[in-house]
């Protein structure tokens, strides 16, 4: 019974659906994934097995999980005609800009993905595009440094093979600390889907039209792109640098936030769902508090974001907006902290954010009687009216 459904008779399709992936209460602050709080992944944190779960709807058993996990391990590298595309971007290209080029033009090395008729070839896709989407970021980070690509390791695990695309030299392998897996682990899952947020209902979007599934992925990666939403962890960081910059205190930048003509924001602050704490924030905030000590690592900006937190969690014009610290307020702080550079913040939000499109993408797939996303409009324009001729017009 999920699929796109009729909420105002006038108007037909809403784009409302409904979905049995994510389950949000805004007011309480709940999360869970297929039913689980979000809460109860933080231990052993494991984003290959969330991947699973959001897109087939239970926890992988031990043979599923090994399944997957060799699936990932064996489609990590791309078409070698692929690495000719990366050399047309110049260095200094967004990218985002080169990850919805490159999921799009994955569909030309892949056309099985325009028959995906059932689980085993839906399992096949998604691991090829979760484990490739890691290699073309990292390919992207490589060739905006002019360093050479590092090819996957088939020995290495999901996060400790990003981290080594994206770190290693040809003489020297990135060795990625336990702490530091788990902990970008944690992130990615807590990223890995939100119900029918911007980007992840443009995939349904999308999808709804036939479209397959890398076009459809790629849409969402433009949509997330943008600073209201997955765009809004690098402006955090900008923000928390203006201050530490000594340009403002966390005081004034509160002030200026709430100024309406000063056209800024609170980055990382707000939600149109959560009238409470987002139940993430709580997690990367905790992440932070322990991961920095941990790491030997003293980050100032940790520092402003707490004092940012405090003044405006004790601000009326916070507090009578319900606006609180969302998933973008501390996850760039963790990120930074573990080296990965703020160009590829929202890219890694995307790395995370890709088994829900997937998910959801399959869910309208298998959906008996799916129609087409025709959102409709009140037309407020002018009556009918005659054209003109050109050589009569002022
Ligand atoms: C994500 O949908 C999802 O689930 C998204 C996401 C996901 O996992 O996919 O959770 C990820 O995108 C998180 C949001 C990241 N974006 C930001 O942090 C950017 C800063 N936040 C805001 O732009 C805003 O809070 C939004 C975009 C997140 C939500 O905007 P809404 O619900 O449309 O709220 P609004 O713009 O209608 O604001 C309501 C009021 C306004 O004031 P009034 O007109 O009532 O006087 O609250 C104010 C806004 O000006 N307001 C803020 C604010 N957010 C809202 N004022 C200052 N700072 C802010 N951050």
Known sequence: ETGLITLDPGYGNTGSCRSAITFIDG??????????????FDAAPNFVEVAWLLIFGHLPSPEEYDTFAADLTGCANLDEGMKHHFEGFP???????????????????????????DKDSVRIAAAGLISKIRTIAAYAYRHSKGLPYIYPDPKLRYVPNFLHMMFSQPYEHHVCEPIVR????????????????????T?????SSQANLFASCAAGVCALWGPLHGGANVAVLEMLEQIHQGQMTPDDYVRLAKDKDSKVRLMGF????????????????????QLLPQLGVKDPLLDIARRLEEIALEDPY?????????????????????????SMFTVIFAIGRLPGWIAHWWEQEQTPGNKIARPRQ????????????????R
Not at 188 to 194: C, I, N, R, V
Not at 270 to 289: S, T
Not at 318 to 342: C, H, K, M, T, W
Not at 378 to 393: C, F, K, N
């Open 270 to 289: 707000g939600h149109r769902v959560y009238r409470n704490f987002d139940p993430r924030a709580r997690m990367l905030a905790k992440i932070a508090e």
């Open 318 to 342: 916070f507090v009578e907006r319900q606006l609180y610290p969302n998933v973008d307020f501390y996850s760039g702080i963790i990120l930074r902290a573990i080296g990965i550079p703020v």
């Open 378 to 393: 009140i037309y407020i324009g002018p009556p009918e009216t005659d054209r003109v001729q050109l050589s009569e017009r």
């Open 203 to 207: 995939v349904r979007m999308v999808g």
């Open 182 to 201: 788990d902990a970008l682990n944690l992130i990615l899952l807590l990223h890995a889907d939100h119900e029918q947020n911007c980007s992840t209902s």
């Open 91 to 117: 260095r200094t290209a967004p990218p985002m800009a080169i990850l919805s080029a490159m999921i799009n033009a994955l569909s030309c090395f892949h056309p099985e993905i325009f028959e995906l008729q």
């Open 27 to 40: 007011e309480q602050g709940i999360l869970r994934y297929r039913g689980i709080p979000i809460e109860q």
